[in-house]
């Protein structure tokens, strides 16, 4: 009883607050970590103004290094173009946390590598499922979300991400 | 009496989210709010089979299977209040039984500044390297052991983070009463010293310590157990308490972790009711620069399964977290055997080696290539006996001794593996594997008496891009064993269409069984649809008995037959 009574208020307050949804959807604020150990909050994920790349992965996730791979072959291009940075976030739990750094260096990759070792960042995103991307505008704005990888995703994004630089809204692409 | 009471109150919290949302709007506080959620639908229609064993007594009329959840989250400025339904109908083969229904089994409401975080509800939570506490969840394994209660996080300076949770454990559906399960109080405490102290400001050495408190309170703790035919009542400690330090330090390319755990006596099912302390050691030493990083981590683990209820042996109510130490495997043949922590005592190394040869070098060719060599090995403890008379791990004494550099002579684990990936020109990229592997089945699958399984496996995966967004993928994998069932060849082919289609056929060929009648081919095909955040996928075939593993997590996942549809979204 008392559980239906929450959902039913729940629902009321969801409602109406969905209908008055206008603003845009930015990243949650929360602690995470650095590969130093040093806790790092995820508002600090900034880059001057210019987009912002979020990729979700873990090293049990064969996807996700395909798709990190794929990214750091063209990531000066990008970054070139559009001053583009992206954060590589680790869902490894302590089992492989502490790799995460050693890992991604021992690959090549030049992206900023955080850690997120228990999914309290994952979580508050709404997700289930790595590797898992985002596209954050200059503003910090989520513009656009995409699940899973295939070699040659990586063209997509950079059609993005030169949208994202010149100004245009992207929410509704696919 | 109790009905009445229960209603009043329904009425009550319905006046308050009533009044609450209609005060909130007079002032302001609902504008600029957002609501976000995902949801996750599992379910697979079951085939009889009778080469697997399935008949149709067996599935007794369960020819559907479903496992759901979605989370509502809804935030504004410093508050969010969220939900998760479940739905089990009836659960997928393989979860628990218990799982069967359908409820809210999480809910919370939290306030969220700069300084302070207070959450009221269900909520997950992780001390240090979670040796004395973690909480989380594992949507895939069915493993869910939220807290609820209430959790404080403050940050009163910079650099310093204090955490105090009290709270009861996620049981399947069983609500918390009446004492039928231990209460979980913790505190921890964490320092990043180059914000504390001054002379670290500057430092390129970055130092963190931290340190935790847990404690579980459980009301009944009388255990009656017979032996000989003579009965003996045992009086259990009501609080079980553990202690954890830890550290981090860090300087340029060098980075160094570790922690120490020690556990107050803690009889439980799970230690055959002996009443020696515990303690757990984790260790990682790493080294990074572009294009190389090392590995290195070593682990003891002394009698640490930590539960909030000492009677029980399956996945739920831990309070803590054992992470193996081995690599995870990508491979589906390399995860026939994986292994899985030994909470009442191991010994364990790892070593890893990534390195990048460099491109347009004569070994890199012309794109680089990546190489990854990966070692782990486990061991038993070496326990002695407490005394003459009593023999190791007896119910109701000390149970052993062990000296904390003692390793025993029983092999738990053992892997050497070696992975290779190179793109060779725009159109083909290959990666090959080699894993070599001991696996003692006996103690980590309770296959009493079985020898330990050595296995070999070989893995060629070749990628080939036809144009910018049609590829073709094709894995072959072969295993060699002669315990267990022995030999396996797999067979993938998969094609896709970035970043939407996927389509993919495979065959795991058992030919190497030793009875005649299971050289069985697990034939499935497979295909997906992503559009942005929207996941679609149909999978119908046959599913291989085996150990789903994710994290430190495993479920036995029984061998099946049948069409299989998950959906998923998030908003």
Same mark, same amino acid.
Not at chain 1, 133 to 144: A, E, Q
Not at chain 2, 200 to 208: H, R, V
Not at chain 2, 468 to 475: A, K, P
């Given at each position: 009883?008392?559980?239906?009574?929450?959902?039913?208020?729940?629902?009321?307050?969801?409602?109406?607050? !969905?209908?008055?949804?206008?603003?845009?959807?930015?990243?949650?604020?929360?602690?995470?970590?650095?590969?130093?150990?040093?806790?790092?909050?995820?508002?600090?994920?900034?880059?001057?103004?210019?987009?912002?790349?979020?990729?979700?992965?873990?090293?049990?996730?064969?996807?996700?290094?395909?798709?990190?791979? !794929?990214?750091?072959?063209?990531?000066?291009?990008?970054?070139?173009?559009?001053?583009?940075?992206?954060? !590589?976030?680790?869902?490894?739990?302590?089992?492989?946390?502490?790799?995460?750094?050693?890992?991604?260096?021992?690959?090549?990759?030049?992206?900023?590598?955080?850690?997120?070792?228990?999914?309290?960042?994952?979580? !508050?995103?709404?997700?289930?499922?790595?590797?898992?991307?985002?596209?954050?505008?200059?503003?910090?704005?989520?513009?656009?979300?995409?699940?899973?990888?295939?070699?040659?995703?990586?063209?997509?994004?950079?059609?993005?991400?030169?949208?994202?630089?010149?100004?245009?809204?992207?929410?509704?692409?696919? | 009496?109790?009905?009445?009471?229960?209603?009043?109150?329904?009425?009550?919290?319905?006046?308050?989210?009533?009044?609450?949302?209609?005060?909130?709007?007079?002032?302001?506080?609902?504008?600029?709010?957002?609501?976000?959620?995902?949801?996750?639908?599992?379910?697979?229609?079951?085939?009889?089979?009778?080469?697997?064993?399935?008949?149709?007594?067996?599935?007794?009329?369960?020819?559907?299977?479903?496992?759901?959840?979605?989370?509502?989250?809804?935030?504004?400025?410093?508050?969010?209040?969220?939900?998760?339904? %479940?739905?089990?109908?009836?659960?997928?083969?393989?979860?628990?039984?218990?799982?069967?229904?359908?409820?809210?089994?999480?809910?919370?409401?939290?306030?969220?500044?700069?300084?302070?975080?207070?959450?009221?509800?269900?909520?997950? %939570?992780?001390?240090?390297?979670?040796?004395?506490?973690?909480?989380?969840?594992?949507?895939?394994?069915?493993?869910?052991?939220?807290?609820?209660?209430?959790?404080?996080?403050?940050?009163?300076?910079?650099?310093?983070?204090?955490?105090?949770?009290?709270?009861?454990?996620?049981?399947?559906?069983?609500?918390? %009463?009446?004492?039928?399960?231990?209460?979980?109080?913790?505190?921890?405490?964490?320092?990043?010293?180059?914000?504390?102290?001054?002379?670290?400001? %500057?430092?390129?050495?970055?130092?963190?310590?931290?340190?935790?408190?847990?404690?579980?309170?459980?009301?009944?703790?009388?255990?009656?157990?017979?032996?000989?035919?003579?009965?003996?009542?045992?009086?259990?400690?009501?609080?079980?308490?553990?202690?954890?330090?830890?550290?981090?330090?860090?300087?340029?390319?060098?980075?160094?972790?570790?922690?120490?755990?020690?556990?107050?006596?803690?009889?439980?099912?799970?230690?055959?009711?002996?009443?020696?302390?515990?303690?757990?050691?984790?260790?990682?030493?790493?080294?990074?620069?572009?294009?190389?990083?090392?590995?290195?981590?070593?682990?003891?683990?002394?009698?640490?399964?930590?539960?909030?209820?000492?009677?029980?042996?399956?996945?739920?109510?831990?309070?803590?977290?054992?992470?193996?130490?081995?690599?995870?495997?990508?491979?589906?043949?390399?995860?026939?055997?994986?292994?899985?922590?030994?909470?009442?005592?191991?010994?364990?190394?790892?070593?890893?080696?990534?390195?990048?040869?460099?491109?347009?070098?004569?070994?890199?060719?012309?794109?680089?290539?990546?190489?990854?060599?990966?070692?782990?090995?486990?061991?038993?403890?070496?326990?002695?006996?407490?005394?003459?008379?009593?023999?190791?791990?007896?119910?109701?004494?000390?149970?052993?001794?062990?000296?904390?550099?003692?390793?025993?002579?029983?092999?738990?684990?053992?892997?050497?593996?070696?992975?290779?990936?190179?793109?060779?020109?725009?159109?083909?990229?290959?990666?090959?594997?080699?894993?070599?592997?001991?696996?003692?089945?006996? &103690?980590?699958?309770?296959?009493?008496?079985?020898?330990?399984?050595?296995?070999?496996?070989?893995?060629?995966?070749?990628?080939?891009?036809?144009?910018?967004?049609?590829?073709?993928?094709?894995?072959?994998?072969?295993?060699?064993?002669?315990?267990?069932?022995?030999?396996?060849?797999?067979?993938?082919?998969?094609?896709?269409?970035?970043?939407?289609?996927?389509?993919?056929?495979?065959?795991?060929?058992?030919?190497?069984?030793?009875?005649?009648?299971?050289?069985?081919?697990?034939?499935? &095909?497979?295909?997906?649809?992503?559009?942005? &955040?929207?996941?679609?996928?149909?999978?119908?075939?046959?599913?291989?008995?085996?150990?789903?593993?994710?994290?430190?997590?495993?479920?036995?996942?029984?061998?099946?037959?049948?069409?299989?549809?998950?959906?998923?979204?998030?908003?």
């Amino acid at each position: 009883m008392i559980k239906k009574t929450i959902l039913f208020a729940l629902i009321l307050m969801i409602t109406g607050t !969905a209908f008055s949804q206008t603003k845009k959807r930015q990243l949650p604020a929360v602690d995470i970590k650095l590969p130093s150990g040093e806790t790092f909050n995820t508002s600090n994920i900034q880059n001057d103004g210019k987009p912002i790349i979020l990729s979700f992965w873990a090293q049990w996730c064969s996807p996700c290094i395909s798709e990190l791979d !794929a990214f750091n072959e063209v990531y000066s291009d990008w970054q070139e173009e559009t001053g583009i940075k992206l954060y !590589a976030i680790s869902i490894d739990d302590v089992r492989k946390s502490s790799n995460a750094l050693p890992f991604a260096y021992g690959r090549d990759w030049d992206f900023e590598i955080l850690l997120d070792p228990n999914c309290d960042f994952k979580r !508050a995103l709404n997700f289930q499922n790595v590797p898992q991307t985002f596209i954050l505008d200059g503003k910090g704005n989520i513009v656009w979300q995409h699940t899973s990888f295939a070699e040659g995703g990586e063209y997509e994004i950079i059609k993005l991400l030169r949208k994202v630089t010149n100004g245009e809204d992207i929410s509704d692409q696919h | 009496m109790k009905m009445i009471y229960k209603m009043k109150n329904s009425i009550k919290i319905l006046l308050l989210f009533i009044l609450i949302p209609f005060l909130a709007k007079s002032q302001g506080i609902l504008e600029g709010g957002s609501v976000h959620g995902n949801f996750e639908i599992n379910s697979q229609y079951y085939n009889s089979d009778d080469k697997l064993g399935i008949t149709d007594s067996i599935l007794n009329g369960k020819v559907f299977g479903m496992n759901a959840f979605g989370n509502i989250n809804y935030t504004n400025g410093n508050f969010s209040a969220g939900i998760r339904y %479940e739905a089990y109908l009836p659960p997928l083969s393989g979860f628990d039984i218990r799982y069967e229904g359908h409820g809210i089994p999480f809910w919370y409401t939290s306030y969220k500044t700069k300084d302070v975080d207070i959450t009221i509800g269900h909520f997950y %939570e992780q001390f240090g390297n979670g040796l004395v506490l973690r909480s989380y969840q594992e949507w895939m394994l069915g493993s869910d052991n939220s807290f609820n209660g209430a959790r404080v996080i403050a940050h009163p300076f910079k650099g310093i983070t204090l955490k105090g949770l009290i709270g009861t454990q996620r049981y399947y559906w069983e609500a918390y %009463e009446n004492n039928n399960r231990g209460i979980v109080k913790g505190l921890d405490a964490e320092f990043f010293l180059n914000d504390v102290l001054k002379v670290l400001k %500057e430092s390129k050495t970055k130092i963190m310590i931290g340190s935790s408190f847990v404690s579980n309170y459980e009301k009944t703790r009388t255990k009656t157990i017979i032996q000989d035919t003579i009965k003996y009542e045992y009086q259990l400690p009501n609080n079980v308490a553990a202690f954890a330090g830890r550290m981090n330090i860090s300087r340029r390319k060098i980075n160094f972790g570790t922690e120490y755990a020690y556990k107050i006596n803690n009889p439980s099912a799970m230690n055959n009711y002996i009443y020696k302390n515990g303690e757990a050691f984790l260790a990682n030493l790493s080294y990074s620069k572009k294009g190389l990083g090392i590995m290195f981590s070593a682990k003891r683990i002394d009698n640490m399964s930590y539960k909030s209820k000492m009677t029980e042996l399956s996945n739920a109510l831990d309070i803590n977290y054992l992470p193996p130490l081995s690599k995870q495997h990508k491979y589906s043949l390399a995860t026939i055997y994986p292994y899985a922590t030994q909470p009442n005592g191991e010994m364990g190394i790892q070593g890893q080696i990534m390195y990048t040869i460099p491109k347009k070098s004569k070994l890199g060719g012309k794109y680089g290539t990546k190489v990854e060599i990966n070692y782990s090995n486990v061991h038993s403890l070496k326990k002695e006996q407490v005394s003459d008379e009593i023999g190791i791990d007896s119910t109701g004494t000390l149970g052993y001794t062990s000296g904390f550099l003692n390793i025993g002579e029983v092999n738990y684990y053992e892997d050497f593996n070696v992975m290779m990936t190179r793109k060779l020109n725009k159109s083909w990229k290959v990666k090959l594997s080699y894993i070599n592997m001991k696996y003692n089945i006996d &103690v980590v699958e309770g296959h009493t008496g079985e020898e330990n399984v050595h296995a070999q496996i070989g893995v060629l995966d070749v990628l080939y891009k036809i144009n910018y967004t049609n590829s073709l993928r094709f894995v072959y994998q072969q295993m060699f064993t002669e315990q267990d069932k022995g030999d396996w060849a797999a067979a993938m082919l998969e094609y896709n269409i970035a970043p939407k289609w996927f389509f993919s056929v495979m065959d795991e060929y058992n030919y190497g069984n030793p009875e005649e009648d299971m050289k069985l081919h697990y034939y499935s &095909v497979a295909f997906a649809f992503v559009k942005n &955040v929207t996941r679609v996928s149909v999978s119908y075939g046959r599913q291989r008995e085996g150990l789903l593993c994710v994290g430190g997590v495993c479920r036995q996942v029984p061998a099946s037959n049948g069409l299989s549809l998950t959906f998923s979204s998030s908003f």
